[in-house]
Structure formats: structure tokens, C-alpha cells
Nanobody, 123 residues
Framework: QVQLVESGGGAVQAGGSLRLSCAAS????????MGWFRQAPGKERGFVAA????????YYADSVKGRFTISRDNAKNTVYLQMNSLKPEDTAVYYC????????????????WGQGTQVTVSS
């Protein structure tokens, strides 16, 4: 069982940066692949980024490639999402998720979810 708690969301102007954190409970965090997803009002939840259990593999949605960076610190049971050059279309609730296997870009692949953190980007 893994519990996930996101933090770091907030309001920022276009072009700004935020770093989201996702703290995980449980001693087996290092065996989980982690992902970030987001959901804007009226839209379905969609993939943003994922990282393998070791941190050696990462994958990004085309819309954030080159602007967002996912990373993890297994010693701190935490995964991060550094978001730079933010755009108004990045406004959404951001969720982190965990799965007991290789990284995945699909929602159904993840077993555990956090409660989400709001990111609002103004123009």
C-alpha cells in the first residue's frame, strides 16, 4: 500500500516556474514507477510525465517536453515535477500516481493516486 501527497501547486504568471512534490509513504517506494497526470476543468485526466523506479527512464507528453522535468529521490520517498516556461494551458489539477511495474503513460496502469494540487497559470 502506498499513500501519496502532492504539494507545491499555486498561481503563477505565464513564463514562470513551479516545482511540484509528491511524498510517498511505505518502505517500497523505490520499487514503484511514478507518474504525473493533470486534469483541467471539463477535460479528462491526461498524462504529463513518468519515471521508472530507478529514475533511469523518463517519458513526457509532447505538450510539456522541454519545459517539464520529472525526477525522484528514493531516499526521501519523493518524486518531483519541475515546471518551467508555464503557459495558461498548463492550468489544471496535477496528480501523482504510483504503479508496481515499469513506467506507463496510461491512467489505468497506476494503482495509487494522490489527492491532487492545483496549478493556475495566468496570461
Amino acid at each position: 500500500q502506498v499513500q501519496l501527497v502532492e504539494s507545491g501547486g499555486g498561481a503563477v504568471q505565464a513564463g514562470g516556474s513551479l516545482r511540484l512534490s509528491c511524498a510517498a509513504s511505505g518502505r517500497t517506494f523505490s520499487s514503484y514507477a511514478m507518474g504525473w497526470f493533470r486534469q483541467a476543468p471539463g477535460k479528462e485526466r491526461g498524462f504529463v510525465a513518468a519515471i521508472s523506479w530507478s529514475g533511469g527512464g523518463t517519458y513526457y507528453a509532447d505538450s510539456v517536453k522541454g519545459r517539464f522535468t520529472i525526477s525522484r529521490d528514493n531516499a526521501k520517498n519523493t518524486v518531483y515535477l519541475q515546471m518551467n516556461s508555464l503557459k495558461p494551458e498548463d492550468t489544471a489539477v496535477y496528480y501523482c500516481a504510483a504503479r508496481e511495474s515499469s513506467l506507463s503513460t496510461t491512467l489505468r496502469g497506476y494503482n495509487y493516486w494522490g489527492q491532487g494540487t492545483q496549478v493556475t497559470v495566468s496570461s
